[in-house]
């Protein structure tokens, strides 16, 4: 049967049992509704009514408006998703079985509805009627970690409206759990251990970075606390005399740059270093200045390289042609003496030796730009006075041969 006339109840209203299971109502109930909903409304003194299996999908909210004496509503082995209609009419109602259907949660409205419910008809009876049940075994209720879920299976667990002999289940990660019984505990739990594994996954991340971070940190800030602390050791040998080589740099240059380099680079290089380690001793070591008359000039550039810390070589095009030159600036090498280049002039790397482009190529150089005033230097002397300083607290630290060039100023 898929279709009944609201017209064919209305002479019947003595009727107190109808039995309407195992029919198509859907049909009606979804093409008809409005029929539906007025389809027991002649029905006033009915007392059970069963509408089981009947593929019902929804009961539309007034249904069941004149059915005060209702005491049995079996609504059980449906596709109803909501208990959505209106209950607070059937005063005489001890029973509403809507087992084996759809319903997956109970809305809070409906939930303190039925609450209510259950006091009043506890306490007004109506022909004798006992309290209020509802039955709900057989339902797809799921145990997740939604807030409104949580709160329902709460709700399920220690509610009265429900008969304590139904066994509730609920799908909690594909498994069945009883929500009467440990099914509370177990959803709390997995919850619980869900939150812990996001915080896990997000936290790791930033916790790895901040350790990392913090790493990265505490080594450049060991490094420039060891370059300050090699600054002021060599800073204060000098100042003591106690400094282990008799020169801090080695300045070489060509002949054709020897204006440039005594009247500004020689200098000011002096001058900028006495005030660093304040110390009046002649710190740069000059060929002119340093070799010692009647001397092999080999022998004298050996000895003045080995006494002194670092070698600054003044580049310009005329020093990369001069043999001499590239010779100084190997034995340097050999010497494993930290590098420093100091640019004057572009010049192209095919007049660079072999040797001359790789130190070019892996280290940074300074420059000498020309100005108004004769020029100036880049970085500034202080920030390069500095690197010699801290180039010579390296040298001076290794006892041992290294095997790579020595570092050039950054």
């Known amino acids: 049967m898929e279709y009944i006339s609201p017209s064919v109840l209305l002479p019947s ?15 009606m109930q979804e093409k008809y509704t409005k ?15 069963n509408l089981s299996y009947n593929s019902l999908s929804h009961i539309p909210r007034e249904t069941f408006l004149n059915n005060k004496m209702l005491k049995v509503l079996d609504i059980s082995y449906n596709n109803i998703k909501s208990l959505d209609f209106s209950m607070s009419q059937l005063v005489s ?21 039925l609450e209510l419910f259950l006091h009043r008809t506890s306490s007004y009876a109506v022909d004798g009627n006992d309290a209020f049940y509802l039955y709900l075994e057989g339902n797809p ?45 177990e959803t709390k739990h997995f919850c619980r ?35 300050k602390l090699r600054i002021r050791k060599i800073i204060s040998q000098i100042e003591t005399g106690t400094f282990s080589l008799p020169h801090l740099v080695f300045l070489s240059h060509c002949n054709e740059d020897s204006d440039l380099v005594m009247n500004k680079i020689y200098p000011e290089l002096c001058d900028h270093l006495s005030k660093m380690t304040r110390s ?26 080995e006494e002194s810390s670092v070698f600054l070589a003044i580049i310009s095009r005329n020093f990369c042609r001069r ?4 010779l100084e600036i190997g034995e340097a090498y050999d010497q494993k003496k930290p590098i420093i280049m100091l640019m004057v002039e572009y010049v192209e790397k095919e007049l660079m030796d072999d040797f001359l482009q790789k130190i070019f190529n892996r280290y940074a150089h300074a420059t000498w730009k020309p100005d108004d005033k004769g020029g100036h230097i880049e970085p500034e002397w202080k920030l390069f006075c500095k690197s010699i300083i801290q180039l010579a607290g390296k040298s001076t630290a290794t006892a041992h041969p290294v095997d790579t060039p020595a570092e050039i100023i950054v």
């Open 35 to 49: 029929d539906f909903e007025k389809l027991f409304r002649a029905q006033t003194k009915l007392h059970y009514l």
């Open 13 to 27: 209203e003595n009727i107190q049992i109808l039995d309407l299971s195992n029919n198509k109502l859907n049909i």
């Open 141 to 185: 209720f799921q145990c997740t970690c939604d807030e409104t879920d949580v709160t329902f299976i709460e709700w399920l667990h220690s509610v009265e409206v429900i008969d304590e002999n139904e066994t509730l289940t609920c799908s909690l990660e594909k498994n069945l759990v009883d929500v009467r019984g440990t099914g509370l505990a």
């Open 323 to 326: 043999i001499w030159c590239n």
């Open 93 to 113: 109602i001890e029973k509403v079985i809507a087992t084996h259907n759809k319903i997956h949660t109970i809305d809070h409205y409906i939930r303190m509805e």
């Open 280 to 305: 009046n001793k002649p710190l740069v070591c000059l060929g002119d200045k340093h070799f010692r008359p009647g001397y092999p000039l080999r022998d004298e550039v050996m000895r003045c390289i």
């Open 193 to 227: 251990m869900e939150i812990i594994k996001k915080v896990a996954w997000i936290s790791t991340p930033i916790v790895f970075t901040t350790v990392m971070l913090g790493i990265i940190f505490a080594v450049l800030f060991k490094r420039h606390r060891k370059r």
